[in-house]
Every structure is written in structure tokens, then in C-alpha cells.
């Protein structure tokens, strides 16, 4: 049986792609950077080969042999010194690397993975979005580089013949990271820095576990050249904020900040940001992406076709949560303030 082939193995998806094949007893080739921490592969009888999908040799090499493609690599980035260089570059070009060569080797399947801001995200909460919309107004660097490389991929797909099935996950969450993705920061955020304020808005939270057997049931079922939203249940900003006070003791936000409010404070924030080096914890883009936008998505045709499920909102923020305060990504300080949910105890066991 051919190698099945997961880039960006060592990341929050797919490291857990790459637990639920080998757990089905494939065999399984995980591609991580030179740089990349192998820690959440540990333990997992797979291989773990070396490269760079920016590096046409070490993507050429990796995929020699691989009967199927999962392309999960790119980067959740939403802020950077070099946007181009760091969040657009890996994602786009990246993309065209990995095809390619998935093309070259004669590769059965390739599964990209895409993101559900490539469909646009809707103004009121009353709407649910499809597959059939497409994003005309991205305002992130990241939101931009995706709408950019599904592009690329599926030209790649049709110019070469190339079998692939591309899905557009929301907004994940779950267990076993090593590092705090941008969707997993905004829950490490709250309990390391509480939210003074709430904005309108919304998400499709889905868990990690569940966007992983997505994408397995797209490459066994998914239509060439189709695609699959896999997002899960719908919460506003507050309704989560509130969720994760409820299971920590914390103080969940009571004022709601309107729009403008956002953007000046994000204008702000990204001053100081200029001024010291760092990060702001939000910038104006994100607040014109985000903010005042429900990111709810119709899963249907995935539940239809490929017969995806996903666990209830609140299952999935528990084990957010646990992970983050179990593996040490809470402050000690703050980890004095809490007073843990029953339903936290054993919940990744």
C-alpha cells in the first residue's frame, strides 16, 4: 500500500489527520519543515520526512512514491512584519509547489485544505452561506493568500487532470496543538488577558476531530473539483465568551463595542504595535473582516455527500479549554483565578 502523504503534519489539523490514518492503518508519510518541532507527532507509527512545500526538491522528493495527498500546510497567519513573505508566498506558491508535484508523481487524490473565509462571510446572523458563494471583499493578508491558492489549485486540477477535493473548514478548535493556532489563540487570549468588551459576531466552531475525518471522507467520497464545507455549530462572539466564563470562573464581557469602536481601538493597537516591534493583539483588517460578520456556514452538502457530523459547540470549547490549561498555555497567575468546570476533568483522556 502506497504512502499516504500529509503536509503541515506537525499543525493543529494535521497532526490530528495524521492520528486518525494511522489509527485506520494506513501507512503515513508526515512532512514537517526542517525547523518544525516533531513533538506532535510523537509516538505515531508513521515517517516523518523533512522539507519545505516552498522548496520544489524537497516537495518533489517527500511526495516520490505517495498514493494520495493531504495538503494542509500554508500557515493560519494573520499578522506579520512580512505579509508577503510569510502569510500570501507559503500559501499561494506553496499551493502551486505541492499540485504540481502531486501531478508530476501520479498521486490518486489530493485533498486541499482551504478555509470557509474564501466564501464570504454574512452580515446577519440569519443567513448561512454555502459553497456557492465566493468572498469578493477579503480584507486579511490570509483571507487574500486562500482565495488566491483555491485559485491555483483548482487550475492545477484542471489543467493537469489531477484528481482533488478541496475543504473549506470553520473555525477550529480542539485539542492537541503544540502551538496556538490564530482561532485557538482567541479562547488563550480570554483566559490569559480576560476581553473587556464583545463585538457583534459570530462563528461556525468546529472541532479539530471533526475537520479531520472531513477530510478523510472527501478523499474517499468527495467529488473531483468540489467544494466541502466542514464547520460546525453556530455561536455568537458573546455566547462563546459567556461559554468560557461558565467553564473557568472568569468574567465573561458584558459591554459590546460597536464597529467603529473596534477599528479606532485596532488603529491603536497597531501603533503601538509599530512603535514596540510587536504584535498587536488585533489589527484593522481583522476587524473589517471579522467584526460585525457571522462566520456561519451550511455544511449540508457535506453531511449529504460525504456523510460528515460534527460534535455540539460547546463539547469542543471543553476540550479547547482543557488542552490550554492542562498543557501549560495558561499563566500561572491566571491560572490561580480559576475555578474549572467538572466537565474539564479527563475531557482529552
Sequence with gaps: MKPTLVTGANGHLGNNLCRQLVARGEPVRAMIRSSADPAPLAGLDLEIVRGDILDPASTKQAMDGCGRVYHTAAGFVMWSKDPERDIIRPSVEGTRLVLE????????????TSTSGTIGFPRTPDQSFD????????????????????????????????????????FILGPRFWKVSESVGQIA??????????????????????VAHGAILAMEKGRDRERYILSGENVTVKQLFDLIAELTGLK????????????????????GGRLTGS??????????????????FDSSK??????YTYMPARRTVERTVAWLIDRG???????????PHPSLTGVNQ
Design 329 to 339: 498555555f495558561v499563566a500561572e497567575k491566571r491560572r490561580r483565578l480559576l475555578q
Design 101 to 112: 508535484a502531486a501531478a508530476h508523481a501520479g498521486v490518486e487524490k489530493l485533498v486541499y
Design 279 to 296: 504584535r498587536p493583539m488585533i489589527d484593522r483588517s481583522q476587524v473589517d473582516e471579522f467584526a460585525g460578520k457571522y462566520a456561519y
Design 131 to 170: 459553497e456557492t458563494h465566493f468572498n469578493l471583499e477579503p480584507h486579511t493578508h490570509y483571507v487574500r493568500g486562500k482565495i488566491a491558492a483555491e485559485k491555483e489549485a483548482f487550475a492545477i486540477s484542471e489543467r493537469t487532470g489531477l484528481r482533488m477535493t478541496s475543504i473549506q473548514p470553520g
Design 189 to 210: 487570549q480570554f483566559l490569559n488577558q480576560g476581553a473587556p468588551v464583545y463585538f457583534d459576531g459570530g462563528f461556525g466552531v468546529v472541532d479539530v476531530d471533526d
Design 252 to 271: 465573561a464581557p458584558t459591554i459590546r463595542a460597536p464597529l467603529p469602536v473596534m477599528r479606532l481601538l485596532a488603529g491603536l493597537m497597531e501603533l
Design 302 to 307: 457535506a453531511e449529504r455527500e460525504l456523510g
